[in-house]
DNA sequence: TGGCGCAATATTGTATACAATAATGCCGAC
DNA sequence: GTCGGCATTATTGTATACAATATTGCGCCA
């Protein structure tokens, strides 16, 4: 962190900063989150991080392993699914919402989204398109105007980076911005039936694209890749 | 509390316990949740306190006020039409998988909630059959073998209760059980279509029994009723 | 008498001290 | 030389002390 920090900083501001650098696959899984350490690096005391910690943890997004501490979660193969199957229960029918609610300064907001997606992908900041992805599929739970829904889909989002990061399989780069695309037009034809179909579409294609074999564990560290 | 506390009070636990007086309408939505007050009814410090507090919060069952304290959440009609639009989403397709998963130790599980529901209304004992209407759904949830997908659904169950305690309409009892009933029906017969048809009329029959209408806010309490 | 402001009080917010636990390294015994 | 146990160290878990803030009550003044 910064030497000086004029920022103030809460848990929730922890906690968003420390999302946020998961989301841009700075923080890989299984990464310690020392208490002394963030403590020392954001300039408060541990009493603030832990309740970023907590936070971080009731968003399934940190770990916290008893008396040793926390750390990135690594979403099981099984918990990947259970994240993709919440999201496609979710978001085709937000997106349906959404298409229906649509005024020209969202479509103006996702268009710009894509653009920045398209940017961060040509200068090689895969880290900030991945985020930009995110925000489009939560900017599309923003416009349908379903706050419960949307905390709902901002967590599955969040939990979506840690999946990506883990089982992500190379190749097909560019498919997402093709598919926001096509969403795209059917927000500004308010075309629900079709938004509906990209989306449900969109996320079969997310999951095509993982590696869910479930041989291929992560198994980052240690004990537990051994079972004791 | 008990004088005697033979039982360990992890913050874990105390969220739990304080939901559950949620759930059985103990704590009335706007309830103030001192720290002082619960370390020493507990027997333990602030520090374990806050953090089932903070738990809490994070399910939205609790809200918290800068430097006022923490109270029990009171949903607003906004939020009781959006927690209702979330489980219309998850419920019935959720429903449908349990039907297909459904074994004959689930279905008795099923059976005998129904039976303890009935139990406790004929007692008159209404925060147990509230308690147990909410735990049925959540068991469908479980049976549909969707982790991910059951700590959503069990965290609406929890703010329903606070809706149901802000905006229930007196009548119409016991329908809930026959409700439950079909459903059980369905699920004997492995009927996934029935299943979610049944659970999505359910919630529909749910919605129509609270009275919604944004002009009888609650306003317990005080300033923000007048809005300052 | 009513309103304003200050002081007293109570409660939450934050930091820190201490306790408990697990990991690590050392040393001795076989 | 290696294994087992003990001591050391590091880190988290919990309690408490202190600071900050909001509320409440009192008293002064118009």
Not at 94 to 120: C, F, G, P, W, Y
Not at 161 to 179: G, N, P
């Amino acid at each position: 962190m910064n030497t000086i920090d004029t920022k103030l900083w809460t848990s929730e501001n922890v906690a968003a900063d420390l999302e946020r650098a998961v989301h841009e696959h700075r923080l890989p899984p299984g990464t310690k989150l020392g208490e002394d350490e963030l403590a020392e690096a954001y300039g408060i005391s541990r009493t603030i991080v832990r309740a970023a910690l907590q936070a971080l943890s009731h968003r399934r997004l940190v770990e916290h392993k008893r008396n040793r501490g926390a750390f990135i979660a690594q979403p099981s193969v099984r918990e990947a699914r259970e994240v993709f199957e919440a999201r496609s229960l979710l978001e085709p029918r937000t997106a349906r919402s959404a298409a229906t609610r649509m005024t020209e300064q969202d479509l103006d907001i996702l268009k710009q989204n894509i653009a920045d997606e398209h940017v961060a992908l040509d200068a090689g900041e895969n880290g900030r398109a991945l985020l930009l992805s995110g925000q489009f599929h939560l900017e599309v739970a923003r416009i349908a105007d379903q706050a419960t829904i949307e905390d709902m889909i901002s967590e599955l989002i969040s939990r979506s980076s840690l999946v990506i990061a883990l089982y992500w399989r190379r190749r097909a780069a560019l498919c997402e911005t093709q598919a926001h695309h096509a969403l795209l037009d059917a927000f500004a034809e308010g075309n629900g039936d079709a938004a509906e179909d990209l989306m449900k579409s969109h996320l079969l294609d997310l999951v095509a694209s993982l590696d869910l074999r479930s041989v291929s564990q992560p198994a980052t560290s240690l004990r537990e890749a051994l079972g004791r």
